[in-house]
């Protein structure tokens, strides 16, 4: 019952910060707010593969690439459609909140089924031979959309379509886009602190030993690496519908380099490290305009610093979760 | 047939210059295992330093092989110090905390960033224009096959230095040490091998080839500015896992292959596919050998 009233209470906040916060905020800090959340999300989906089940990836980005195109070809091509059609029976923002779902998880299924083709055969490799055949398939995806004509190849692709030009095909709420990146880092976090999670983490300590207790490592290893490609997915599915243009530029090795550095600045193994040093690393950068051109410099000493100082990450393995969230966690669906 | 020759020509010159900046990704990686993400951007300061230096001295107006054999010299001085610094000052601290092998990546990651920044800071965003420290011309023509004495001289310089690097490797005392560091480096300390001064020195070394690299590709293609590094040192890292990681003659072999099929794709294929064929290739390599061309297979004990 408790857990009942909570997503009541939940989902009446959500609407009452989607009404309100654009009228308290200026676009600017909305626009913020929305990166730090799919840069929370992007860090969370890798901690399950970087973190949890310790299989170094390093073409995150590649992931949330096709995340974001294959939602926005949807939206562009097919949603604008639909969208028009239902706002012609019903009031508009429940015409949009009912359609929003549906390019994250085209999104995010889609990014699963590039994360399953390319986990099949680099997780044969090992260590730094992984590492750099994650960040090649990341390369490779980035470039073979760039080479896609239908999605705009090298001039971006706008999220306005052709059939229903005057539609609006974004979404801003950022009440909604934080409840997805919440419910997905609550999966994510289920996932691994659920009994079957130790899976995860006996791969990640010793694979050998995990094989003989009867761990099944090349599937739990796929199944990880699935997972984190899904919500990779629908956090580029985010990134699209909130920006409203996507570029290949946004999804280089170096936006794989920064979800990295999320995670293990944060701590490897740590899923609310990731979800901290996501959202400072992504604020940083705007806190710090005021230094002009200084600003990447002291971001880059800011970077080496704090590595140097904690080395194990901000909070090493440890969990920074509020104790009601914990019990939540532990005793689902409301029970005694 | 002769376009290919020209394109092979082409290739085994870009070739040489990826393999440059592959022997000090993969000397690192020997003695430390670590993946040194700002290698690339040593490179970039290499091809600065040599701007600078070609004018300040005059090469720039006056083209000649003495000015071009200094404008190395002093790159390749500048980048060793540059490489040390970056080793005691973001690696070395690590190292003696006994932090694993994660953190350092990450502050690689940062000095990357960093002198990115810092680049565009110091020598402004706008591309420069290398200065021809040699007249170019073209030396040999066979039909319409043409070899340019600027590839003579990147391809002799680069084969010089890496002749010149085996011997270091193969026939001094801080080679045997630094090969003993690669092959067990607790070991190696225990007998008396002294670890910190190797690894200073395997920066050294491999941020001079660097430099090397970054005032030839100056010179062959003369467009320079601070992010030049970004792409080549993926490449560049690329061709050293392709030979075998910690691998010396690997990472020469995988350098001029993946130049010379780089080259090959964008002439008959596309440009576009060009940045794609290098991961290809690296995919399929590893596919087929998971441990690079000439790595040793891993054996996993319990």
């Given amino acids: 019952v408790r857990a009942r009233l909570l997503l009541v209470a939940g989902l009446a906040l959500l609407v009452a910060a989607d009404l309100a916060l654009p009228r308290l905020l200026n676009p600017y800090y909305l626009t913020i707010l929305t990166r730090i959340g799919v840069a929370v999300l992007a860090a969370a989906s890798l901690q399950l593969v970087n973190g949890f089940t310790g299989q170094f990836s390093i073409g995150h980005a590649g992931f949330m690439a096709v995340g974001a195109y294959v939602s926005a070809a949807l939206s562009v091509y097919a949603g604008a459609d639909w969208l028009a059609g239902l706002s012609g029976a019903l009031p508009a923002p429940l015409a949009r909140g009912l359609y929003f779902p549906l390019p994250l998880l085209a999104g995010g299924a889609a990014a699963a089924l590039a994360g399953f083709v390319v986990g099949i055969p680099a997780l044969r490799l090992r260590g730094d031979y992984l590492a750099i055949a994650t960040l090649g398939f990341g390369e490779i995806i980035r470039i073979a959309i760039l080479n896609v004509d239908s999605v705009g190849g090298a001039r971006g692709f706008s999220l306005a379509s052709p059939s229903q030009p005057g539609l609006d095909l974004r979404y801003e709420g950022l009440g909604a886009i934080y409840a997805v990146v919440a419910l997905s880092v609550g999966v994510i976090a289920r996932l691994v602190y659920a009994t079957g999670g130790l899976a995860f983490r006996a791969v990640r300590e010793d694979e050998i030993a995990a094989e003989a207790v009867g761990v099944a490592t090349t599937r739990v290893k796929v199944e990880a690496f699935v997972v984190s490609s899904f919500f990779a997915g629908v956090a580029g599915a985010l990134f699209a519908h909130s920006e409203g243009y996507v570029h290949t530029n946004s999804f280089s090795f170096i936006r794989s380099f920064e979800v990295v550095v999320f995670v293990v600045l944060g701590g490897l193994g740590s899923i609310s490290g990731a979800i901290l040093a996501a959202t400072v690393l992504t604020a940083a950068p705007e806190l710090l305009r005021g230094l002009g051109e200084w600003r990447m410099i002291l971001y880059s000493l800011l970077l080496i610093v704090t590595m140097l100082l904690r080395p194990q990450g901000l909070l090493g393995q440890r969990e920074l979760v509020p104790s009601w969230l914990r019990r939540a966690a532990r005793e689902p669906h409301g029970a005694p | ?302």
Avoid at chain 2, 70 to 77: E, I, P, R
Avoid at chain 2, 165 to 180: K, Q, S
Wanted: charged share 10%; with cysteine.
């Fill in chain 2, 1 to 302: 047939v002769e376009n290919f020759l020209q394109q092979l020509l082409n290739g085994v010159t870009w070739g040489g210059i990826y393999a440059l900046i592959a022997l000090g990704y993969t000397m690192v990686y020997g003695v430390l295992k670590l993946i040194n993400f700002a290698h690339g951007e040593v490179y970039m300061v290499g091809a600065m330093t040599g701007f600078y230096v070609a004018h300040a001295l005059g090469f720039a107006s006056q083209p000649s092989l003495a000015g071009l054999f200094v404008t190395l010299a002093a790159a390749m001085l500048a980048c060793a110090a540059l490489g040390a610094l970056i080793e005691r000052v973001a690696y070395r601290p690590l190292r003696l905390r006994g932090a694993g092998r994660l953190a350092p990546l990450i502050t690689a990651i940062g000095v990357s960033l960093l002198l990115q920044n810092a680049g565009q800071l110091v020598f402004g965003a706008d591309p420069k224009f290398f200065p021809s420290i040699i007249e170019s011309r073209e030396l040999l023509r066979v039909g319409s096959i043409a070899l340019s004495n600027v590839q003579v001289v990147v391809l002799v310089t680069a084969l010089a230095l890496m002749a010149g690097l085996e011997f270091v490797v193969m026939r001094t005392r801080f080679g045997r040490a630094m090969r003993a560091v690669s092959f067990d480096a607790p070991a190696a300390a225990l007998m008396g091998v002294p670890v910190d001064r190797v690894v200073l020195g395997t920066f050294v070394l491999g941020s001079a080839l660097a430099a090397a690299a970054g005032i030839l590709v100056g010179l062959s293609n003369p467009k320079i500015d601070p992010l030049m590094g970004v792409m080549p040192g993926i490449k560049a890292f690329v061709a050293a896992v392709l030979g075998g990681i910690g691998n010396i003659p690997g990472a020469m072999v995988g350098g001029l292959l993946l130049g010379v099929v780089e080259t090959l794709v964008s002439g008959y294929l596309s440009s576009t596919y060009r940045d794609a064929i290098a991961f290809l290739v690296l995919i399929a390599i590893l596919l087929y050998r998971p441990t690079g061309l000439f790595g040793t297979p891993q054996t996993e004990k319990v």
